[in-house]
């Protein structure tokens, strides 16, 4: 390990960890969780387009450069295999890079790095040697923008053996796996939600007691149907609860958190209960995860399932311009159809075959 | 005069004086920018620079041709501001403004043949304009309503690329397949000093150079990649790096209409002689923000930015005008009605563009149908029609 092992102070303004609860957007979570990973651990280095003297063009990163200076937070040249390549290289010594990718449409120039570098390097080289970088990418649509702006790249990475991958749903999640993310020894793809950047809730600037980055959540507790979400649906997913209990339908809604690996414990505790599964995310469906997720809680309790597994996500095909997006992601009525369909109720495909 | 190989002295010295520039923190000492330095044939106040090599590239240059080469950077000004305005309104998106380097993409693009095809980035929509693109097919994609604004073959210019730099590898196909087809046609590969960084451009230099391809690479210098100086990308002049791959490079001052007119031409007329790839290395300024989204205060100095205004590609034309006597009132009149029907056009154009039929987000994915995508579509229209039936509202959702 030859990363420096001087101390920096943070900024004045920041909450320390121990200072209670703070209200926050995601974005300020994200902010605060890189300045904590920052101070705690000197081998933290951030790399990206437009982050330091920006902020990033989302501001997540504002602040950052000023206080950490511009040796530990990198404005990099505009090549993102570069970002990455050179990430393994810090890595080889002993650096924990925190990377960021101006957007989703953005990563595959670094798809060869990550793919057959950062993702199989310890297996290499049977566990010599650490790639312990955090990929952070805003993913995901809703925000009116133009084409490679609002993907869901997560099936890419969830495909790929070795990598980690998850995603926050809200601001306090955006802290707490952010850090975890960077403090863990494996290559994390970590996807930020970019339409619920200005979500704000308290976030409390601590690990301590916080779940393992691998756990599912049960973030509404129901017993009619199990439904999966993650990142920037699961808010979508508990307003659809809401409105199903308005119906008298309770639903029971889980936040993945993580994309790979899968805490498929907690589903299928859920679906054992519900014997209904809804799956959504805005990813196409096409190998998606909800296909992967509907096959693994098929295989171990297929004999408690009321009716096959149901997933609503983006169609198959490319993301489409703004003025049709709508169309594309799955929203709360679509989320509820969905439900209605695992429950026998009246819904779309309903008198026609599956 | 063309680079076919970097002078280490010349080099040396220039990054000395880049040094004393960046330490003194004033544009106007960057060996970047200085005349000298540059190719240019007009210089700020409208007086003319001499030189030799490339006067005669544009001696053609008369009156009338003056006259419609400003008229043009008029009208690309104002199709500009009226775009920004649009955004402003909410009626776009989002506008990536181009004010600033109307110069560098009309005088590229008013020398190109019919038959030679563009491949350009997101900014290029002066280009555009030269190549005849129809005002409403421009707003389209920054409208939403549509992932591509024009025919690419009716226009001989490809759907713009947002993914930086991967459209000077298309441009390289492109002039192979035309080399393969007999023809002297040329492509021209817009792209800005951030993308020189990517891979995908470095690759465009190898290939087109080892099959000789019949490329113009254009880049606009235009200072910035979003927040990044140029600085970042290269620590010596972009058209530098050319030279090691086999590529003879040019800088221009690249608020010089006509002294941009006359470097491409110099590239184009190799390139049609089989003489293979040129990179051009236009040097100027954005003026505005990255996009509408932007907000350059944040690493901008304004004493730059003044620096720049000072050298604006349409007052040099102005005053040289001026100067030839050719700036009457009837000229004027006529170049800002011009501009003014042209936003109107553009205007009414955007405010017609409506959201697409729901349904038609399942064309055109494949080129025959897919029964896995007919099945996503059929039991979509039974969603949205199970709306219709009930409340009459449309389930449209998504975005929430
Ligand atoms: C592969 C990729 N990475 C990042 C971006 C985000 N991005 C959009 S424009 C831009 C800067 C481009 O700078 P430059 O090439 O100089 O062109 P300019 O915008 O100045 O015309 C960046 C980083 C992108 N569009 N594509
Ligand atoms: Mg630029």
């Known amino acids: 390990m030859t990363a420096p092992t001087t101390d920096r102070t943070a900024g004045p303004s920041a909450p320390s960890p121990t200072a209670g609860p703070t209200t926050l957007t995601l974005a300020g979570a994200l902010n605060l969780g890189l300045r904590h990973s920052l101070e705690e651990d000197p081998a933290v280095v951030l790399m990206g387009e437009d982050i330091g003297t920006l902020g990033g063009v989302f501001r997540v990163t504002d602040g950052l450069q000023r206080d950490f200076g511009a040796d530990r937070v990198m404005d990099t040249p505009l090549a993102e295999a570069g970002i990455v390549g050179v990430a393994v290289g810090l890595c080889y010594r002993g650096y924990r890079p925190v990377v960021e990718i101006q957007f989703d449409g953005f990563v595959y120039p670094a798809f060869d790095q990550l793919v057959t570098q950062v993702a199989k390097l310890r297996y290499r080289t049977q566990g010599r040697v650490s790639m312990p970088i955090t990929v952070r990418i805003p993913y995901g649509g809703g925000i009116g923008a133009v084409e490679h702006h609002s993907e869901s790249p997560e099936a890419y990475f969830t495909h790929t053996s070795g990598l980690r991958v998850v995603t926050c749903s809200h601001p306090q999640d955006a802290y707490t796996l952010l850090r975890q993310s960077i403090a863990c020894d494996d290559p994390v793809i970590f996807l930020e939600p970019k339409r619920r950047y200005w979500t704000k809730a308290p976030v409390e600037a601590s690990l301590d007691g916080a779940p393992p980055m691998?756990?599912?959540?049960?973030?509404?507790?129901?017993?009619?149907?199990?439904?999966?979400?993650?990142?920037?649906?699961?808010?979508?997913?508990?307003?659809?609860?809401?409105?199903?209990?308005?119906?008298?339908?309770?639903?029971?809604?889980?936040?993945?958190?993580?994309?790979?690996?899968?805490?498929?414990?907690?589903?299928?505790?859920?679906?054992?209960?519900?014997?209904?599964?809804?799956?959504?995310?805005?990813?196409?469906?096409?190998?998606?995860?909800?296909?992967?997720?509907?096959?693994?809680?098929?295989?171990?309790?297929?004999?408690?399932?009321?009716?096959?597994?149901?997933?609503?996500?983006?169609?198959?095909?490319?993301?489409?311009?703004?003025?049709?997006?709508?169309?594309?992601?799955?929203?709360?009525?679509?989320?509820?159809?969905?439900?209605?369909?695992?429950?026998?109720?009246?819904?779309?495909?309903?008198?026609?075959?599956? | 005069m063309l680079r076919s190989h970097v002078h280490p002295t010349a080099v040396h010295e220039r990054r000395e004086t880049a040094r004393t520039a960046a330490a003194s923190g004033r544009a106007d000492h960057d060996p970047a920018v200085r005349g000298d330095q540059l190719v240019q044939l007009l210089a700020p106040d409208g007086t003319r620079t001499p030189d030799p090599e490339y006067e005669p590239w544009v001696e053609d240059v008369d009156a009338d041709r003056l006259v419609a080469l400003y008229e043009d950077l008029v009208v690309v000004r104002r199709l500009d501001v009226e775009a920004t305005a649009l955004q402003r309104q909410g009626q776009l998106g989002l506008w990536p403004p181009l004010l600033g380097q109307e110069a560098a993409q009309v005088g590229s693009a008013r020398v190109l043949r019919r038959d030679d095809f563009v491949f350009s980035s997101y900014r290029e929509n002066a280009v555009a304009y030269c190549r005849g693109v129809d005002l409403t097919d421009m707003v389209k994609v920054w409208r939403g309503t549509a992932n591509s604004g024009w025919d690419p073959f009716a226009v001989g210019m490809a759907t713009p690329q947002i993914i930086i730099g991967a459209q000077t590898l298309h441009a390289t196909g492109w002039a192979i397949g035309a080399v393969k087809d007999g023809t002297d046609a040329v492509a021209v590969a817009y792209f800005g000093d951030g993308a020189t960084s990517q891979g995908d451009v470095n690759e465009a230099m190898v290939f087109s150079a080892s099959f000789r391809a019949p490329v113009v690479f254009f880049c606009q210098n235009n200072q910035w990649a979003i927040s990044e100086p140029v600085g970042l990308q290269a620590v010596r002049p972009l058209a530098d790096r050319a030279p090691g791959f086999g590529i003879p490079s040019v800088r221009v001052d690249g608020n010089d209409v006509l002294a941009v007119m006359a470097v491409t031409r110099q590239a184009l007329d190799r390139a049609r002689r089989g003489e293979g790839p040129t990179f051009v290395e236009a040097v100027t300024y954005r003026m505005g923000p990255h996009t509408t989204s932007d907000d350059p205060t944040r690493y901008v100095d304004p004493a730059d930015r003044e620096v720049w205004a000072a050298r604006d590609p349409l007052l040099r034309v102005e005053r040289l005008l001026e100067r030839e006597g050719l700036l009457d009132d009837q000229v004027t009149t006529a170049v800002k009605q011009a501009a003014d029907s042209a936003a109107r056009r553009m205007r009414a154009g955007c405010l017609g563009l409506t959201a697409p039929e729901p349904l038609s987000l399942f064309d055109h994915v494949y080129a025959t149908p897919s029964s896995w995508l007919e099945r996503q579509r059929s039991q979509y229209a039974a969603y949205l029609a199970m709306y219709e039936d009930g409340d009459g509202t449309a389930a449209q959702d998504g975005a929430r």
């Open chain 1, 214 to 354: 691998e756990a599912a959540a049960v973030v509404v507790e129901g017993a009619d149907v199990t439904l999966v979400a993650y990142g920037p649906l699961v808010a979508t997913a508990r307003d659809a609860a809401v409105a199903a209990a308005d119906d008298g339908i309770a639903v029971e809604v889980i936040d993945l958190r993580s994309l790979s690996p899968m805490d498929l414990a907690t589903v299928e505790a859920s679906v054992r209960r519900t014997g209904r599964l809804v799956i959504t995310h805005e990813a196409q469906q096409h190998g998606g995860l909800g296909a992967e997720i509907a096959a693994s809680i098929t295989e171990r309790c297929f004999e408690h399932l009321e009716a096959p597994p149901v997933r609503v996500t983006g169609f198959d095909v490319p993301y489409p311009p703004a003025k049709l997006e709508e169309h594309f992601l799955p929203g709360l009525d679509r989320i509820l159809d969905g439900v209605d369909r695992v429950l026998g109720r009246p819904h779309s495909l309903t008198g026609r075959e599956g």
